[in-house]
Structure formats: structure tokens, C-alpha cells
């Protein structure tokens, strides 16, 4: 109840308030740690998404992976769940209630009707968040597509085999994958 409230009237949104969140918790591990310490404690936390991702899949997951891994799901994370969606308080909100003012005076002052001028800022306002229905087909296609080209036939899927598979990929597959890639992140 008062954390959005406070973050309105500081102009903070959550991908901001984590950004800080994570900087502020990297400061201080490195003031009172050292950049060892650092390094630590992010093996750790690479080691455990490692962990979590060899368990669920059932392949040996490394370092390096797992640190990928965070990657792209905070990249995901900062694209879909936390970008601020428009509310009422948008370009196209204060146009419409312009409008409607502007047409209510008139009215009241018996002026004849006058067309309001369209805001370059109403017509140019998102409608949405951008993540629905497309963009999880999409993500699924996309996903899909890489996991099968990690494990070729059912075997066990690698980073090693994705690589080999992208380089020899087939041009038409290579259009479509860059396309609904470019339509998720574009």
C-alpha cells in the first residue's frame, strides 16, 4: 500500500527500485568483502542456478550457462513483467479528458461545435504492455526452435551442439528464427 505510493512520488518504477536494490547489495559486498568476495558470492549463485537447471533438465549445467541463464531471464524479466505499463494518467487519458472538458465548456456556453485538434502524444500512446498472446507464441517458437537445436534427435541438449547447429543452420529456418526473435525484443 505505501511502497507504490512512495515510488509514484520519487518517480521509481520496479525495474528502476531493483536496479538499485542490486547495486546497492553489490556496493556493499564489495565494501565490507572485497572484490573476492564478490566473485564468491556470485560462483555461489551461479553454482545454484546450476544446480536448479541440471536438476530440472537432467544435463550438467556449468557455470557459464547458468550465468546465461540469468541473463536472458532478466532481460525477459525487465522486457515483459516490469516495464511500466501506460495507465490512465497516459498521453491518450489527458487527450480524451481535454476533449471532453473542451466539449463540455462549449456546450455550457452555448458555442457551436469545434473539433478538438488530435495530440501528436494521444495518437502515439501504447495501448498496452506489449506482452499477450503473440508474444508467448512467440517466446514458445523461438524456444522451441533452440532446444531442438541443442538436442538433435532427442538426445541430450548442449550448448556445443546449438552452436554447431546454428553455424550449419538451414537460411529459411535462420529468417524465421531472427524474425520472431526481432518481433520479441524489437
Given at each position: 500500500?505505501l ?5 509514484a512520488?520519487?518517480g ?11 547495486l546497492?547489495s553489490?556496493?556493499?559486498?564489495v ?22 537447471a ?9 557455470d ?23 495507465g ?47 508474444s508467448?507464441?512467440k517466446?514458445?517458437?523461438a ?5 531442438q ?20 543452420m538451414?537460411?529459411?529456418?535462420m ?12
Amino acid at each position: 500500500f505505501l511502497l507504490p505510493r512512495l515510488m509514484a512520488a520519487a518517480g521509481l518504477t520496479w525495474s528502476r527500485l531493483l536496479a538499485l536494490g542490486l547495486l546497492g547489495s553489490v556496493a556493499y559486498t564489495v565494501r565490507t568483502q572485497g572484490v573476492q568476495g564478490l566473485r564468491a558470492r556470485v560462483r555461489v549463485v551461479l553454482r545454484a542456478v546450476a544446480d536448479v537447471a541440471s536438476r530440472a533438465t537432467g544435463t550438467p549445467v556449468g557455470d557459464m550457462q547458468a550465468a546465461a541463464m540469468l541473463g536472458a531471464a532478466a532481460l525477459i524479466l525487465g522486457r515483459y513483467a516490469l516495464a511500466a505499463a501506460p495507465g490512465p494518467a497516459s498521453g491518450a487519458g489527458r487527450a480524451t479528458f481535454a476533449a471532453y472538458t473542451k466539449g463540455y465548456n462549449d456546450g455550457r456556453e452555448g458555442l457551436a461545435f469545434e473539433p478538438i485538434e488530435d495530440s501528436p502524444a494521444a495518437a502515439q500512446a501504447p495501448s498496452g504492455s506489449g506482452f499477450g498472446l503473440g508474444s508467448l507464441l512467440k517466446l514458445g517458437m523461438a524456444g522451441g526452435l533452440i532446444y531442438q537445436m541443442g538436442a538433435p534427435g532427442g538426445g541430450p541438449w548442449s550448448a556445443a551442439n546449438l552452436m554447431a547447429n546454428m553455424r550449419n543452420m538451414n537460411p529459411m529456418n535462420m529468417i524465421f528464427l531472427m524474425n520472431v526473435l526481432s518481433g520479441l525484443f524489437g
